[in-house]
């Protein structure tokens, strides 16, 4: 899942599939996505934004992959009855891969045993 800009906002994506496509002779790298709703409003202002509590992905789109900005992970929203089962809220909270984009700022990475990353 990925990090995009789509209408000018943030958005979560789970990717489907990526594709190229000719136009006017020139090829387009593009993504087949779902969207995740925007995050809780309220949850999102009381947790100081940290708490990214959105819906379950949309109807598909297709975008650039020039939009894709980071990595994420969405994990799915449980609760716990008063009789200890576990029950599924149909939402999810984001994760970010923080290393992600950290890499993308340095000049290379080394691949050598130990995974030290270099500028």
Avoid at 51 to 65: G, K
């Amino acid at each position: 899942m990925f990090q995009i800009v789509y209408d000018g906002k943030a958005r979560i994506a789970d990717v489907h599939f990526y594709f190229y496509l000719c136009f006017n002779q020139e090829f387009h790298a593009l993504a087949m996505v779902s969207l995740f709703s925007p995050p809780n409003a309220s949850l999102w202002q009381e947790s100081t934004q940290t708490v990214y509590l959105c819906e379950c992905p949309d109807d598909a789109q297709v975008i650039s992959i020039k939009t894709i900005k980071a990595v994420v992970s969405m994990f799915p929203d449980m609760q716990v009855t008063s009789s200890g089962e576990i029950v599924q809220t149909h939402k999810f909270s984001l994760f970010r891969h923080s290393f992600v984009e950290l890499a993308s700022q340095l000049d290379s990475v080394d691949d050598g045993d130990e995974g030290v990353l270099v500028q």
